[in-house]
């Protein structure tokens, strides 16, 4: 059993953080990252509010595990691709004594790309990669360099991360605005995305799922306030993070050796399901908690709903979209389907050398937003 001790918030604090051993035998390992998208309960190890946190009714109310940190009425899309891949749930990094054999989730509900991106509640994409490398060299010690080199190469990683980010810049809009025009900002998230992408490639990643943001202006949560409409600024903002992070993928996929990833584009896969007439009266109601809220209406139904609560889908959605998301079979999701990625069909030849590449992020950001 370890223990890493890291600086939280301000806060030292030591965490332990390895329980099992690392066996694994032939499954692809899943390691998991990101916001509330992909969190499974890591903000239930942290010091964070209850704005961060959903480890209270009524999440997870579909579900006989009850509240687990799922910002959802019960399970997210790693929990889908899991039982698809024949993978047990992926823990949170953060949960004591976990088993890590087939992976750890390291996705902080409210995190975003930015470091400071609500930086005193949650774990930045930034602090969730340190962990990946601190897991990583445990692996290599407890595996062998060449066993856990392989393994590495063959996982899927999994990325969720932008719309907090997005978030805060139209919360604080007239402070980040002194600093970054929209499309300056969009840059600076993209390019540090980029950069969270390149050193899981630098330490052996070659196959990344990423999933971009659904559209934040057509959240209830933004609908509030643009009275029922899209609020017009936070649609801008995603739709052309979600431009420029496709063209930078499609771009390190020709330059970076056995570099293959799957977009998942929430913003494609959200909208038409949304417009669904028998859906769309609630648009700006939640079906369940409402973040903050005093009081809410707990829908009968809720998956056959999009958004659960303000800002988070119900498990009827993420079921579908994990499904889509496997089969590849919807516009959302290319240019593969995620079970080619499971299944070893996308191979990894090159694991027995390292490669570092200095990456010019900055270079690649400013080609695709061009
Ligand atoms: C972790 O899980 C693997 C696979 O199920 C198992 O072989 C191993 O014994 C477990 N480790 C611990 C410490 O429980
Ligand atoms: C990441 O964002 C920070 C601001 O949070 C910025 O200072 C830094 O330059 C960015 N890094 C990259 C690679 O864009
Ligand atoms: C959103 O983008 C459109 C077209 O790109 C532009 O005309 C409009 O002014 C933008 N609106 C806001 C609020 O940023
Ligand atoms: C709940 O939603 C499902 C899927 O849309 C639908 O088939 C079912 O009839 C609905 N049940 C009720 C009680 O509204
Ligand atoms: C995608 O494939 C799944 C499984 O075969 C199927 O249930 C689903 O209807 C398909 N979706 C579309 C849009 O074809």
Redesign the pocket.
Known sequence: MGKVSMWFGGVFYALIVWGGGVVNGENVMFFIFGDEVNDVGTNNYIISSKEFQANYYPYGIETSCGSTGRLCDGLLIPDYIAEFANLPFIPPYLEPNANFSYGANFASGGSGALRETNDEEVLSLRTQVGQFILLQEKLRRELGNSKAKKLIAEAVYFISVGINDYKAFVNQYEARTQIYDAKEYVELVTSNLTAEIQVLYDNGAKKFLVALPKDLGCTPGMRQLAEGDCYKLATNITELHNEIMEKILTAQATKLEDFNYIIFNQMEFVAPRIQDP?KYDRRWDTCGGKLNAESYELC??R??YVYFDAYHVSQ?INKQAAIALWEGNDSSVKPLALKEFFNREVSVSHVSHERKRKAKIAAIVEHASS
């Open positions: 028998t009968i139904n998956s056959a009827g």
